[in-house]
């Protein structure tokens, strides 16, 4: 035992009898007499080439004690992954998994799963953007933001690899914050972070009393033979209804006198199941039990159901389009009864929002890290923000030219387009109940990527105990319920979250590290400081504008 308390690689320290890094600079077996391996095969012996191999690492483990560095074991002596073993004094090795042999996936997978990630509620939102911005202002809009975030986004890829003589490989972005501006660097970039999570949560929220709501009134409607047909909206089968009608936002004319206002379903149930005042505290009783699980792994595996949701509302938008037709008519600044004008001053609520809905950035070094061809990231991530802005622009332009005006004005388009649809439709309500049991499956993975940045930074442990856990939860979820209770308005609070996170982590902290990265070595020059220098002006001014428009 003398023998093998000797430092076998000259990087680790006597005593240390294994790391489980890959390094191949840091691998160091722990060997006792062999006997048998404990893996997929029970009781498999240790093969004649794996004994030869632990003593070639061996001797040159000995030779590595002196102090000349030419005597470090070269690399191709080094056991590869699939050969390391973990030996016990019971006389037993348990192979080493993971590392560089983690399955790679190839480009398909890779640019799909980016697009899944960024497919999320904001999706809902693009029609009321639009209409927010003007159609074809949005469309610009929309366009331009999608090439700015992609930029944003290379730049946070690029940036493990402008730090010299460092070890970057399982870096993510706040260690390079970190790197570049301290503690301040990354507790900013955590801060940011969690903004996002947080922001998307309490959509969840909004979303899943919404879908909640609708659910339960669709089934109370259809075992009473509720008849909703007098609702604010269009006649025919593929009703399109104005849920809140008011005046022209430009002040020209009411169109309050061409709706009928909905029947109430019946005194006791509308008291007890109402959108904003009940169902918010019952998802309580559901979801706040969800959260205080230690492991996410359960939920985990229903991340698929984003894909199929996705896939349910662009066939739904299409539908809906083939059914409706096409109305529209060009009003350039000036409004009309039932039209907006093209370009409209409110456009930066559609550019808050598309901020969160192209927001990938804390996570793409991570997503990148599996693709098998690493030579192909930049092309890959530009075919997936091409497909995720092709996404957008169908779901937004197709529900914008379809909305049907008249009768029906163009400022009737919900933060949420699924509620210009009524309760009775039978595709919106599988829609709605696909979507809200896909956020309950979710709503708990959001809320633990919350509790292991939060807590692993403040505690060092992401469970630290459950009554650091429950009071973080019932803050969060206290945020949905009152959110939902008094402001569910899921356009403006994805502007609002979309805007703040943003401005550090799509805006500032990437243009600022490449900047850094630049003068140092010397290569900064004029355009390329305007240049990143107009991109953080404009993450401020994208903040800003959510507050004065």
Request: hydrophobic share 45%; proline share 6%.
């Amino acid at each position: 035992m003398d023998e093998d308390s000797k430092p076998l690689l000259g990087s680790v320290q006597a005593g240390e009898y294994y790391t489980d890094s890959l390094d191949p600079k840091q691998r160091r077996p722990f060997h006792v007499e062999p006997r048998n391996i404990v893996g997929d095969d029970v009781q498999e012996r240790v093969s004649a080439e794996a004994a030869a191999l632990r003593s070639r690492v061996h001797y040159y483990g000995r030779l590595t004690a002196s102090s000349d560095p030419l005597l470090v074991p070269p690399d191709h002596v080094i056991p590869c992954p699939e050969d390391i073993y973990v030996y016990s004094p019971l006389g037993t090795a348990f192979k080493v998994q993971g590392g560089d042999s983690t399955a790679k996936n190839p480009s398909i997978i890779t640019i799909f799963a980016i697009w899944n990630t960024m497919m999320g509620t904001s999706i809902l939102s693009i029609p009321w953007g639009i209409k927010q911005a003007g159609f074809t202002l949005g469309i610009i809009i929309i366009v331009l933001m999608g090439l700015l975030t992609l930029y944003c986004c290379y730049r946070v890829l690029k940036s493990t690899k402008s730090i010299p003589y460092v070890d970057t490989s399982d870096w993510e972005f706040p260690d390079v914050c970190k790197y570049y501006f301290g503690g301040f660097g990354k507790w900013s970039s955590l801060v940011f972070s969690l903004v996002s999570l947080i922001g998307a949560m309490v959509v969840y929220w909004v979303l899943m009393s919404n879908f909640l709501f609708n659910t339960g009134k669709f089934i109370y409607n259809y075992v009473h033979n509720v008849s909703t047909s007098d609702a604010f909206g269009t006649n025919g089968t593929d009703r399109v209804i104005c849920p809140y009608p008011n005046l022209d936002p430009d002040g020209g004319h009411s169109t309050l006198q061409y709706y009928v206002r909905e029947n109430s379903t019946g005194a006791v149930f509308d008291r007890w199941w109402s959108k904003t005042h009940t169902i918010p505290f019952y998802l309580v009783v559901l979801l706040l039990p969800l959260l205080n699980f230690r492991s996410a792994s359960f939920f985990a595996r229903f991340t698929f159901l984003g894909t199929l949701s996705v896939g349910y509302l662009i066939f739904l938008v299409t539908y809906k389009a083939i059914r409706l037709g096409f109305h529209l008519d060009f009003h350039w600044f000036d409004s009309s009864m039932f039209f907006l004008p093209e370009f409209r001053s409110l456009f930066p609520q559609l550019s808050g929002v598309l901020t969160l809905a192209f927001f990938i950035h804390n996570c793409i070094i991570t997503l990148m890290k599996t693709n098998k061809h690493q030579e192909n990231n930049v092309r890959d991530l530009s075919l997936a923000y091409l497909l995720v802005g092709l996404t957008y622009l169908y779901v937004g332009v197709l529900i914008f030219a379809a909305f049907p005006s008249p009768p029906l004005s163009k400022d009737c388009i919900e933060p949420n387009f699924l509620d210009n649809f009524p309760s009775s439709d039978v595709l919106v309500f599988v829609a709605r109940t696909g979507l809200l049991f896909q956020m309950t499956t979710v709503y708990p993975l959001l809320g633990y990527l919350v509790r292991v940045q939060l807590m692993g930074q403040l505690f060092g442990d992401h469970y630290p105990g459950f009554l650091h856990v429950f009071i973080l939860n019932i803050l969060v979820v206290g945020t949905g319920v009152l959110m939902a209770r008094f402001y569910p308005n899921i356009g403006s609070i994805s502007r609002y979250s979309g805007a703040i996170c943003g401005l550090a982590l799509v805006f500032v902290l990437p243009s600022l590290i490449h900047m850094i990265s630049l003068r140092r070595r010397g290569e900064l020059r004029w355009p390329s400081a305007v240049f990143h220098s107009f991109l953080i002006l404009l993450g401020v001014a994208n903040l800003f504008g959510q507050f004065f428009m």
